[in-house]
């Protein structure tokens, strides 16, 4: 599933591309006309907004809302380029003067009034985002702290109710660089353990919003011993989705 540093790049590689331009949108794929994007076609795009995993398009009083989950993406090309993708796959074309996004896939493709973005269900439940540039980190570990004090730190740092835009890369990564065993129950983590692993998730996914994504990650996916004591890097599925964490047992505590 894209996270937080992946939207926020489709954000800035958005904006530049289309805002402040008059869009035509078309819907080849009837999963986007059943949306509703060609609603928008010939508005102005004013700005593209990143909270957590959702992407938002302001067209003034109507915001198309994409959330990308496991296999949705957005592709942005010239004009006249070709796709990598058939057009029968794509659920929504936003075309400007020289470029266009085209998302293909992905569980969520909808158009909202402007004024329910606010008090949407789906949005409004999100929590602070990780990668947000006025980061309350106090306010994210008081929401941890009202948590089920027995649901383990990894698991926690998922819920994207109690912060929004970490995944299964960066909840693992960040455990790792913080020295946390994400299978502590949150009862018995300090707020410094809280803050230093927030801080820690924050600090990978901005500097894997600077690199573009390319970086080698210390225990993610990695096989072998730990890069940081030779201890054993293991894995096994978390939480109730059964989402697989990466830890070594023997220098995170």
Known sequence: MAEGDTILRAKHRL???LVG???AVAAPNPRGRAAGVERLDGRTLTRVDARGKHLLFDFGDLVLHSHLG???GWHVYERGAPWRRPRSAAWAVLAGERAEAVQFGGPTLRVLPA???AIDPRLARLGPDVLADDLDLDRVIAGLRAADPARTLGDALLDQHLVAGIGNIFKSEACF???LDP????????DDDLRAVLA????QMLAAVTSGGRHRFAVYK????CIRCRGNVRHRGQGDANRTTWWCESCQL
């Open 15 to 17: 904006a530049d591309a």
């Open 21 to 23: 331009q008059a869009i």
């Open 70 to 72: 496991m296999s949705g």
């Open 115 to 117: 004024s329910r973005v």
């Open 177 to 179: 660089a913080a020295r």
């Open 183 to 190: 299978w502590r129950p949150l009862s018995s983590l300090t």
């Open 200 to 203: 820690a998730a924050r600090t």
């Open 222 to 225: 990695h096989h072998g011993p």
